[in-house]
């Protein structure tokens, strides 16, 4: 079973008790220079967390850390990785310091951490990502190659047939003695890239603790698989509410957590007592359902103006224009979905939403003849294809 241990106190003086070399990973998310107090109370009203991200100035900064990060390449392996999370506030100096402390040969990768957002306070850009700067303390760092899908633009014939150098050093496809092309074998999957789009905690997500800043155990989970095994050390020296120690427990890894606040190691302790993690929709089934879900709306409402509704299941779209100061909101029948069902699902979903229209509509013949009684509140649209056949069967009773 993982050992997992938190320990209340500045980093800078904690890490001189812990062992030289023993780390495989250290993951940090310390202040990120935001020149801002963070502070988050949970949802049901009953605790409120802070940390203070002020600084006198970038120099402060970035002694803080360099004081810290020279503490932490110590403790780690000759095989051992580190993570620095950190945004646009601060990127630039991170990097300088690591260079110094890690040596620049010794940076591999910069990730960008990218989800979805969906509104701008500020004037300018919407900012969609943050930064995790990976060094590795010597060129013989443990890594594990990770895999992920191919995505839908992938040509079919890269993944099926296998590719040589021609005598000009081209790449080209390999054949047999009778010309034909040869398979490439398994099909296993594109390498992980540097851009890592994995979901925000959303304010409902069971995962979310009420910590300011807390990151998705999902992101811990692919730094870990990434740079350890099972067994190995993980250190986090500005663990907060515990992601990487509750992640580490996940995987089977040993780790230490260090906070400077107390009531973050309190947190920290009770959520390794219970883990929970949330699941994302948009990982479990792929970001092509959202696609898909997409070009049904497009199929279907081209010519209005209309927003895409995610991770709802009762409606598909929005339209931007409110009707008589109420929201328009839109749900497509799905295959096989019986009528009465697709109508409940939509003004289910619009009970806690205040006054809305709701526009059903209708793809399938699977229940009340047309004209018949409607489920009240809901305006059934029939979609063109049916609305053709009518068009034919009154022709044709007519002709
Ligand atoms: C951005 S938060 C970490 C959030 C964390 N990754 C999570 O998922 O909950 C930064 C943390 O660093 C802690 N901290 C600030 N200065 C510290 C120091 N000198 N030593 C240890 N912890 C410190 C703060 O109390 C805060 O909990």
Known sequence: MAEIRTIIGDCLSVLDTLPESAFDLIYLDPPFYTQKEHTLTTRDGSATF????????????????????????????????????????????????????????????????????????????????????????????????????????????????????????????????????????????????????????????????????????????????????????????????????????????????????PEAITLTNSRLRDPVKTVSALLEQGRETYERKETDVFTYLKGLDYHIVQRNQGMDAILKQDIDGKPVFIRIQRPGEKLHEAAMALSDTSRTKGDAHLVLIVTEDNELPFGLEQPVGVTLVRSTALTIKDALCYALRSG
């Open 50 to 261: 802070a940390f203070r991200d002020l600084w006198a100035s970038h120099e402060e900064y970035a002694r803080f850390l360099h004081e810290r990060l020279s503490k932490l390449h110590r403790t780690l392996t000759y095989t051992g990785s580190l993570f620095f999370h950190c945004d646009s506030n601060a990127a630039h100096i991170v990097r300088l310091i690591l260079d110094q402390v890690f040596g620049a040969a010794m940076f591999r990768s910069e990730i960008v951490w990218t989800y979805r957002r969906w509104s701008n306070a500020n004037k300018g850009l919407l900012p969609a990502h943050q930064t995790i700067l990976f060094y590795s303390k010597s060129a013989d760092f443990k890594f594990n190659t990770l895999l992920t899908n191919y995505s839908a633009s992938t040509n079919i014939d890269q993944i099926t047939q296998r590719r040589v150098r021609d005598s000009r050093n081209k790449a080209v496809y390999a054949r047999n003695e009778q010309g034909h092309v040869l398979s490439s074998g398994a099909k296993k999957g594109v390498p992980l890239s540097d851009v890592w789009d994995i979901p925000y905690l959303n304010p409902k997500a069971k995962e979310r603790v009420g910590y300011p800043t807390q990151k998705p155990i999902l992101l811990l989970e692919q730094i870990i698989n990434l740079c350890t095994e099972a067994g190995d050390w993980v250190l986090d020296p500005f663990c907060g509410s515990g992601t990487t120690l509750i992640a580490s427990k996940l995987l089977d890894r040993n780790a230490i957590g260090i906070d400077i606040a």
